[in-house]
Nanobody, 123 residues
């Protein structure tokens, strides 16, 4: 089992920045892809970004390219999502997820999920 705990959400204004963190614990290993997803009210959960174990590969949803950056610190078992130039439409609950497997497959099924952290962007 892998436990994931997100933090860093909050209420900001349009154009501001936030950095989300996700701390992993439990049976982490060197073959885990980490991802961020989000779910806005009344909408389905959607993929935001993912990063491979070595950080050599990343993948982003088109709507965050150039604004969000995913990174990880394996020594701390933590993955980050730096969010810049936030827009009201970025308002959602952001979830961290982990996926086991050697091959980097950012859009595949994820095995573990955090509880989420709320991000609210006011106009």
């Amino acid at each position: 089992q892998v436990q994931l705990v997100e933090s860093g959400g909050g209420l900001v204004q349009a154009g501001d920045s936030l950095r989300l963190s996700c701390a992993a614990s439990g049976r982490t290993s060197s073959t885990i892809t980490m991802g961020w997803f989000r779910q806005a009210p009344g909408k389905e959960r959607e993929f935001v970004a993912a990063i491979s174990w070595s950080s050599s590969s990343t993948n982003y949803a088109d709507f965050v390219k150039g604004r969000f950056t995913i990174s990880r610190d394996n020594a701390k078992n933590t993955v980050y999502l730096q969010m810049n130039s936030l827009k009201p439409e970025d308002t959602a609950i952001y979830y961290c997820a982990a996926r086991r497997g050697v091959i980097f497959n950012p859009r595949g099924a994820y095995d573990y999920w955090g509880q989420g952290t709320q991000v609210t962007v006011s106009s």
